[in-house]
């Protein structure tokens, strides 16, 4: 993972720090959550960086939410949620590129 760590998506998902059952399927719905975010974005993650010293706390926000809700509905269609979140929208919409440079 770029920007998230085990420790932040643990809060996120209100999982006990010392509970590492579960460590390897958070570690791959972050690192999931990361890429799906800058697909969406249409941006990567040194492009981010570049333009703005950090990836934007939006950004995180979104990344886990998307974590939470694939750690909470493991099976659902979450990109069409995603899609229809006020927060979600609001969150990324800023970073978003448009076309590519």
């Not at 998902?13 to 059952?21: K, L, S």
């Not at 570049?50 to 750690?71: F, N, Q």
Request: charged share 35%; hydrophobic share 40%; glycine share 2%.
């Amino acid at each position: 993972m770029k920007w998230l760590t085990l420790e932040r998506i643990k809060q996120q998902c209100r999982i006990e720090q010392d509970f590492h059952d579960e460590d390897e399927i958070l570690e791959l719905y972050g690192e999931s959550a990361e890429e799906v975010l800058m697909a969406v974005l249409n941006r990567t993650y040194e492009d981010l960086f570049e333009e703005y010293g950090r990836v934007p706390m939006p950004v995180v926000h979104a990344s886990l939410m998307l974590v939470a809700k694939s750690y909470k509905d493991r099976e659902s269609d979450m990109m069409q949620e995603a899609h229809e979140n006020k927060t979600f929208c609001l969150l990324l919409k800023p970073y978003a590129r448009l076309a590519d440079k």
